[in-house]
């Protein structure tokens, strides 16, 4: 009804103006007195003119705009209706159907054309008066553009119509040289965009928009460190997904810069047909389901289509959390949660016979590497034990896949954790057949996994300090959670049986520079207001992580992001004969013992399924470093 309403008034207020316009066109074309001879005819000239314009606005679409966002198509429409109008006069005057001077009719045409498209802007010139009076009042965020191209043009556009969303651009930076000086949208371009900081004190501005969404990390850190130095708030949009939510009225697309922005720009679009046809009506079962590896997994198996999910986890909270998650994002799909440990193997036989899964994917395990070093038989019993309780339900209840999760702590490890995930990968490989296919895929870190560097490091900032890093050397791959997740599925479509693979981490990242960039994005400097403190290196943690063995052949494989490792798979009869030596160590409790086991499995010399003994020289050396 209001619809309605309000296209009314527009035709109404047309009729008005084309009155008007001929009335005035015929005063200008006989000096302010009509002669008598067509002064006659003003009733006709009136009801004609009212009628061609109401009619031809509505052919025209000209009732169909929202007057505020009054712009140059609305204006283009209403030159056409009008053309239409002063053209239709024209036909009944040369039809001799209309006694009307020709100069009038165009004197009419222009006279129209200026007073329509004028009352269709006055909203907006009413709205960008008002949101020029807030921002001098300070009711709105005086902010400086960063970025002067096609992105930016349309953010201040949009900020100087939309008042609601608090923000005014006051001016622009952009590197181009041949934009400086250029005005968009009445914002001056000035300069590059180092010289934020002069624009912004210029200009008396309270934050800065970095409006340039398909930057690269690299791009993205110079500009986000010379916006930073400003000491104002930055905000920017992730892509270009996010800058047409903002342009269609959702503020939220507008957002602080986080650590992940900085670190990978670069997205991982991997070709996930593969993947979907392999999941595509599948059973699948995740272990460590509500892990932050093993939940992401659960998500993008429904995504890619799986006939029904299993989440097996001990973890009971987080299975509740992830059940209500589950519940309220995948609403139509069917999934099944399970509480328990992968050490308990009549639960997972029950769990495994009542679901008959047909890919499983096994993310749970003991991961965090001084926790493992007090306890070296819990992460044998739970990562060593625990995958090949699960490689051998899936043998014995007929899976087709099973895809191990695993690190680069395993490559050369040092600690008790990277070594039990080596064994664990030569559990799955020496288990590997046709009909049971067996994988593992190693990969870095995860930025926001449970118990990573960064949450910790936001926790400390937010206490005040100080940050701790265990050394100013020390390296890390870091790889987001979806990513490092769609990767690993990738992956397992490949998988045949035995291969071990790897996946691009891209360059490692320094850790203490990474402590470095979050206390600067909480507004505040380095060992300045935040100390960073340097601990030492923990027991077992290692300077950086390697994703191969020295012994290892790392092939391309059809996706760019990655890569498999080609060596011989252990016999699987050896390796049973090792884990249960281990197993008769650990029933004695004597953890340097278990310690030393494995150590000795994986790095004295493996016998190969060929009767071939492979040798690992450099994790050997690691492990002889240690005692």
Request: charge should be neutral; glycine fraction near 8%.
């Amino acid at each position: 009804m209001k619809r309605l309403l309000d296209r009314m008034l527009y035709v109404f207020a047309d009729v008005l103006l084309s009155v008007f316009s001929i009335w005035f066109a015929l005063m200008l074309r006989f000096d302010g007195a009509i002669a008598p001879g067509y002064s006659v005819f003003l009733p006709y000239y009136l009801a004609l003119c009212a009628g061609f314009a109401a009619c031809f606005g509505f052919l025209c679409g000209c009732y169909n705009g929202v007057w505020i966002f009054f712009g140059f198509s609305e204006m283009f429409r209403q030159l056409i209706a009008v053309c239409f109008s002063g053209a239709a006069l024209l036909v009944l005057k040369y039809a001799q159907w209309l006694h009307i001077p020709g100069s009038a009719v165009v004197i009419y045409c222009g006279i129209l054309f200026i007073l329509t498209t004028s009352a269709r802007g006055l909203p907006r010139l009413y709205r960008w008066v008002t949101v020029m009076m807030g921002a001098q009042k300070g009711e709105n965020k005086r902010v400086v553009i960063v970025g002067a191209g096609a992105a930016g043009a349309m953010v201040i556009k949009r900020l100087r119509d939309a008042p609601q969303d608090g923000y005014y651009p006051v001016a622009a930076v952009d590197d181009d040289p041949q934009k400086e000086g250029l005005l968009i949208a009445g914002v001056r371009v000035y300069g590059p965009v180092s010289r934020v900081g002069e624009t912004v004190s210029r200009y008396k501005a309270q934050g800065i928009i970095i409006a340039m969404p398909s930057a690269d990390a690299d791009t993205l850190r110079r500009v986000y460190d010379d916006c930073k130095k400003v000491g104002l708030p930055v905000k920017f949009f992730q892509s270009m997904v996010d800058m047409e939510r903002f342009l269609a009225g959702n503020k939220m697309a507008l957002r602080d810069v986080s650590i992940e922005d900085l670190l990978f720009r670069e997205e991982i679009s991997p070709d996930m047909h593969k993947t979907m046809e392999y999941l595509s009506g599948k059973i699948v079962l995740v272990t460590g389901g509500c892990g932050s590896i093993g939940s992401e997994i659960c998500r993008q198996a429904l995504k890619y289509g799986c006939r029904k999910l299993v989440v097996f986890d001990i973890h009971e909270n987080g299975m509740f959390d992830l059940n209500e998650e589950l519940k309220r994002d995948f609403p139509d799909s069917e999934y099944e949660t399970y509480i328990g440990s992968v050490r308990d193997i009549s639960r997972l036989n029950w769990v495994f016979s009542r679901e008959r899964p047909q890919v499983v994917f096994h993310a749970a395990a003991h991961k965090h590497v001084p926790m493992m070093e007090r306890n070296p038989a819990e992460a044998v019993k739970n990562n060593v034990y625990g995958t090949r309780n699960v490689a051998e339900a899936c043998m014995r209840y007929g899976a087709s896949k099973l895809i191990l999760v695993s690190t680069d702590k395993a490559v050369n490890p040092s600690s008790i954790m990277g070594a039990t995930k080596r064994l664990a990968e030569l559990t799955v490989q020496s288990k590997s057949a046709p009909g049971c296919e067996m994988a593992a895929v190693r990969f870095g870190n995860v930025l926001g996994s449970n118990g990573s560097v960064i949450p910790t490091f936001r926790r400390q900032i937010a206490e005040g300090g100080p940050v701790t890093v265990t050394d100013r050397d020390i390296k890390r791959y870091f790889m987001t959670i979806p990513e490092a997740v769609s990767l690993v599925l990738s992956a397992g479509a490949m998988a045949r049986g035995g291969e071990i693979f790897v996946l691009d981490m891209g360059k490692p990242v320094l850790i203490y520079d990474l402590a470095c960039d979050l206390i600067r994005m909480s507004g505040l400097e380095p060992n300045k207001d935040i100390a960073i403190k340097i601990t030492g290196l923990r027991p077992g943690e290692k300077m950086f992580e390697e994703l191969s063995l020295d012994s290892e052949k790392v092939d391309k494989t059809s996706h760019k992001k990655i890569f498999v490792v080609k060596s011989d798979a252990p016999d699987r009869r050896w390796i049973e004969e090792q884990l249960a030596a281990l197993a008769e160590i650990l029933m004695r409790e004597d953890e340097e013992q278990v310690r030393e086991q494995v150590f000795h499995i994986i790095t004295d010399g493996i016998r190969s399924k060929n009767n071939n003994v492979l040798y690992y020289p450099a994790a050997a050396e690691t492990a002889g470093s240690r005692s």
